[in-house]
C-alpha cells in the first residue's frame, strides 16, 4: 500500500486525471451528443417492447474500440514516463522497491482508471437513459455484461500497455501500438467474428448488444436485433491476457536498463 | 570489512566485462575505483548494488552474503549515486526528497541533514527539470546520504561537473569518513581526482584488477627525481657521473636526491665553471603508473 500511495504521490504535476478525463469526456460526448438527433432512438425511448437502453449500450461499446486502447496507451505511457525520463529505475530499486511492486503499482493504477471509465460509462448509460425517460426496464444483466466483458478486454490491453511502457526508453513504441489498437478497435466490427477475435482490440466489437440479423452471412432483416454476448471468445481472451499478465511481468523483473 | 568480493564475474555475450574480481574495502575507507571507459567500473558497481546479477563469484557487505533475500535489508545501510543522476524532473528537489523519505521510511531530520550537506536548503522548492546538472548531482548524493549510509557508491559522481563542482564534490566526498563515519567506494577516469581524495586505490582494466594497495603504497611507487638544466649538459653528466645522471632532452635527469645531496651536486657542477640554470624536482604522476600497470593501453 505504501508503494502505491507514493506511486501516487509521484503523479504530482502530472495531469494524468485531468488527461484522462478529456479523453473520457471527449468520447463521451462524441458518442451521446448524436442520440438527441437519432428519430429511431427516440422513437424507442417511448416504446417498452422497444431495446432502447441496448441502443445505449452499444453506443461507448461501437467507440471503446477507438477510444480505449489510446486511453490505456496515454495513461500508462504518462505513469512509465517519468522513470525513463529521470532514469529512476536504479534510484527506486536502491531504495527498497523492487521490480514486482513498481510492476504492481503502475498497472493497479491504469486498470483502476480504465476501470473508473467503465463504470463512468455505465452510469452515464443509466443517468441519459432516465434523463430522456426511456420506459422500457433496465436490462441489467446485458448493462453487467457490457462492464465485466468492457473489463475483461481491457485487462489484456492494460497489460500490453504497461509492459511495453515500462521496458520501451522510447515512449512512441506503445504510444504506436496504442494508436494500432485503436485502428483495429474501431474497424474491428467490419471484419469476421473469427478475425476480430484473433486481433486483441477487436474484441470491443463483441460487446454490440444489438444489430441487425445477419445470420447465415446475409441480412435477415432491416429490423434491429437484440443479441447476447459471446463471453468465449472474451473468456479465452482474458485467459491469455493473464498468462501475458505473468509473462510480462516476469521479463520486466529481469530486464536490465 | 565493509566489501569483499570473490571471483566476482559479469559475462555478458560470452565475453566476460568483469573477471574474478577481489575487491577489498576497509571501514573508514574512500576507495578509489579507476579504469578507462568500459573498464567494467559501472558493472562492478551494480553488481554490488544488486542492479546486475553476477555471473559468478560471491559478494560480501558489511560482513553478510549479499543476495537476493537480503538485498533490500543490507542496501539500507547502503547510499548510491550510479552513472547519472535520478531524478524526477517534473517534481521539486524536496518532492523527490520526500519520495526517498517515504521509500525508506526515514524521519524528516534524515532529509534535512542530507540537503544541508549538499548545501542545497534553497533550491528544495525547485523544480528539479530546471536544476543544473551539478544541482542534481548534489541532489543525487543527498538522497544517497538520507538514510545515513555505512558506505556510499558513487559513480563517476563528478561526470559533466565545472571545475568549482568538482572541487566541491571532492571536499564533500573528503569529510564523508571522518565526519559521518562513512566508507566511500568512488570510481572515475580522472586520475587526479582519485589522487587528491582516495585513501585506496583500485585499478580495472578489461574487467580486470590489475592493482589494490593503500595509496601510500602507490606514492611510495612514485619516486620523485632531480632534473637539472646547465649551460653544458654533456659535460655536467661526466662530473656527476657517480648519482648515475640520465641525459634527458634538454637537461639531465638524477635519482631520488636528498636536499644535502642536490646541494652538493649543484656546488660540484659550479667549481667546474657550468652554470645552473634550473633544479627541479619532479614526481611521477598517478597517469605515469597507470599507463605503465595497464601497459599503455588505457584512454585518460
Known sequence: MKYLWLELYKLKHRK??????????????????????NKNFLNMVSDPAAPAWEDLIIGPAAINGLFFPILAAVIASRICDMEHKGNTWKLLECNNQNRKTIWFC???????????AIFIQAFTIIAYGNSVGIVQTLPVRTLLGFVLGTAMITFVVVTIQVFFSLVCTNQLVPMSIGMVGALIGFISTLLPPGIRNILIWGNYAELMVLGQDTSSGNLQSSGLVVRNINFIPLVILFVVGLVAYVVFRKRFEKYEY | MIVSTENLSKEYDGIYRVNDLDIQINEGDIYGFLGPNGAGKSTTMKMLLGLVKPSKGSIEIMGKSFNEKNRQEILKSVGSLIESPSYYGHLTGGENMEIIRRLLGLPRKNIEEAVHIVRMEKQMNKKVKN?????????????????RPKLLVLDEPTNGLDPAGIEEMRELVKTLPTKYGMTVMISSHILSEVDQMATVVGIINHGELIFQENMSVLDAQRQPYIILRTSDNNLSCQILRNMNPLRTGD??????????????????????????YRVEEHRESLEDIFLNLTGKEMTL
Not at chain 1, 494524468?16 to 438527433?37: Q, R
Not at chain 1, 493497479?108 to 476501470?115: E, R, Y
Not at chain 2, 536544476?131 to 538514510?147: D, F, T, W
Open chain 2, 131 to 147: 536544476y543544473s546538472l551539478g544541482m542534481k548531482q548534489r541532489l543525487g548524493i543527498a538522497m544517497a546520504l538520507a538514510r
Open chain 1, 106 to 116: 503502475k498497472f493497479t493504477i491504469v486498470s483502476t482508471l480504465m476501470m473508473l
Open chain 1, 16 to 37: 494524468v486525471f485531468l488527461t484522462f478525463l478529456v479523453i473520457l469526456g471527449v468520447e463521451l460526448l462524441f458518442v451521446f451528443s448524436n442520440y438527441g438527433n
Open chain 2, 251 to 276: 637537461g639531465l635527469q638524477l635519482g631520488a636526491l636528498s636536499d644535502e645531496q642536490t646541494g652538493k651536486a649543484v656546488q660540484n657542477l659550479c667549481a667546474n665553471d657550468i652554470a645552473v
